[in-house]
């Protein structure tokens, strides 16, 4: 076998990769940095925490100890909590489903009732079935598609009625905070609230979203690749010592192996990042937002407004599209011109655009950049080719901004 012949492929769609325009919300940019021992051989190794003299002695079983690493494991930890308001923090989840895998079985038992969002509403597709094959049952809570925000009434019928004991609160789509608040009021003390805030967890650390621990939730879990800009991998933080002492127990016990040393390295240096520099990537973040809306509407196109009265609170930037054009016509055209996106089709309002402002914004793009990127929206939509274009622009922000790469 020639490896090669594989590898050729894969070679040329890294190149095509560097001249896309990346506007999806669900992708980052990690720094180089954080990207430093990514292909290390310590992702060969098992982390077991740094041990005396670099040995762990978990008696019997022993193994290498990694001091370095647990000395910056430590910081993120001790960073995050600070950031998020949270007692104890986990680490070691491997993505997103898994850290919602975690959240749900270390604070729920079989036979528990879980409440969690309906994909229509903008949760995730695969939560109803985790649930289902974890041995809990689940009802949908109500979203109200006017108001851009949760039926608190409703919710609070079908979580007594129910007898649920946690409500998952997953939402991927989504432009202004969550009623959390009132929604706590309504659940009363001794409901489980997680809050999975895998979009908007860089901009909770940013202290520009909503604080969902100081709000109501006992749990945040989340991935750690969107706007928090680190490698594929997952996080959970818990609001009270007791649960998350306990949880972090279970977590630590039985639901994972190892948490991937590499990738944990990454996590760990970008959590400090935001520390140094989330304040300033999140309010730009939203700025980026609403100028590249407001450009869009500038244009002649419809967008989603948050429930604020701006077009987002966040990353993400609803593009309506059924008036546009077919879909598929419409992301041929963008693809074409080295721009990416996704498509989807919720709220009851057609099929649109979830653009997402996060990678662009940490590669330094501001306002007259959102200005650009409408524009080649705008050409791409009515036919034009330019391609060479969008790749020479995407060429001339190829650093990562609000990290450790800066040079002073």
């Known amino acids: 076998m020639n490896i090669q012949t594989y590898y050729s492929k894969i070679k040329d769609e890294e190149k095509r990769n560097d001249a896309f325009l990346h506007l999806t919300a669900n992708e980052p940019l990690m720094s180089d940095t954080a990207r430093a021992f990514m292909s290390s051989r310590l992702s060969d190794r098992y982390y077991m925490g740094?041990?005396?003299?670099?040995?762990?002695?978990?008696?019997?079983?022993?193994?290498?100890?990694?001091?370095?690493?647990?000395?910056?494991?430590?910081?993120?930890?001790?960073?995050?909590?600070?950031?998020?308001?949270?007692?104890?923090?986990?680490?070691?989840?491997?993505?997103?489903?898994?850290?919602?895998?975690?959240?749900?079985?270390?604070?729920?038992?079989?036979?528990?009732?879980?409440?969690?969002?309906?994909?229509?509403?903008?949760?995730?597709?695969?939560?109803?079935?985790?649930?289902?094959?974890?041995?809990?049952?689940?009802?949908?809570?109500?979203?109200?598609?006017?108001?851009?925000?949760?039926?608190?009434?409703?919710?609070?019928?079908?979580?007594?009625?129910?007898?649920?004991?946690?409500?998952?609160?997953?939402?991927?789509?989504?432009?202004?905070?969550?009623?959390?608040?009132?929604?706590?009021?309504?659940?009363g003390e001794e409901a489980i609230i997680i809050y999975d805030a895998s979009h908007t967890m860089g901009l909770i650390m940013g202290q520009e979203f909503q604080a969902p621990l100081r709000e109501g939730a006992n749990v945040v879990c989340a991935n750690t690749h969107k706007t928090l800009p680190g490698p594929q991998k997952g996080m959970i933080a818990f609001r009270d010592e007791e649960l998350g002492s306990k949880a972090n127990g279970i977590i630590n016990a039985c639901l994972f192996s190892s948490p991937h040393t590499h990738h944990l390295i990454a996590l760990a240096t970008?959590?400090?990042?935001?520390?140094?520099?989330?304040?300033?990537?999140?309010?730009?973040?939203?700025?980026?937002?609403?100028?590249?809306?407001?450009?869009?509407?500038?244009?002649?196109?419809?967008?989603?407004?948050?429930?604020?009265?701006?077009?987002?609170?966040?990353?993400?930037?609803?593009?309506?599209?059924?008036?546009?054009?077919?879909?598929?016509?419409?992301?041929?055209?963008?693809?074409?011109?080295?721009?990416?996106?996704?498509?989807?089709?919720?709220f009851d309002q057609g099929i649109f655009i979830r653009l997402g402002t996060q990678e662009v914004t940490r590669r330094g793009?501001?306002?007259?950049?959102?200005?650009?990127?409408?524009?080649?929206?705008?050409?791409?939509?009515?036919?034009?080719?330019?391609?060479?274009q969008v790749t020479a622009f995407i060429n001339k922000y190829q650093t990562a901004d609000y990290s450790f790469d800066r040079k002073e």
């Open 270 to 346: 970008t959590i400090l990042e935001m520390k140094e520099f989330g304040e300033d990537y999140a309010k730009q973040i939203i700025a980026n937002s609403n100028a590249l809306a407001e450009a869009l509407v500038g244009m002649g196109y419809k967008v989603r407004k948050a429930n604020t009265g701006r077009y987002s609170e966040n990353h993400q930037v609803h593009l309506l599209t059924s008036e546009v054009g077919d879909y598929k016509k419409l992301y041929d055209q963008l693809f074409d011109n080295n721009v990416a996106v996704n498509f989807d089709n919720l």
């Open 365 to 388: 793009m501001k306002k007259a950049e959102m200005q650009q990127i409408a524009e080649f929206i705008d050409q791409s939509f009515k036919g034009e080719q330019l391609a060479d």
């Open 50 to 187: 740094g041990g005396e003299d670099s040995k762990v002695d978990l008696g019997p079983f022993t193994a290498l100890g990694f001091p370095g690493i647990e000395e910056l494991v430590t910081a993120a930890e001790e960073a995050a909590k600070q950031m998020l308001s949270a007692k104890y923090v986990n680490l070691n989840c491997l993505s997103g489903v898994h850290a919602m895998m975690c959240a749900i079985l270390s604070t729920t038992k079989p036979g528990d009732v879980v409440m969690t969002v309906h994909h229509d509403h903008g949760g995730h597709f695969a939560t109803k079935g985790i649930i289902e094959r974890v041995g809990r049952s689940h009802v949908f809570a109500s979203y109200d598609f006017e108001s851009l925000s949760f039926d608190v009434e409703s919710i609070k019928k079908t979580y007594q009625e129910s007898g649920a004991k946690a409500f998952y609160m997953d939402v991927s789509y989504y432009l202004n905070p969550h009623n959390l608040k009132e929604i706590r009021e309504a659940l």
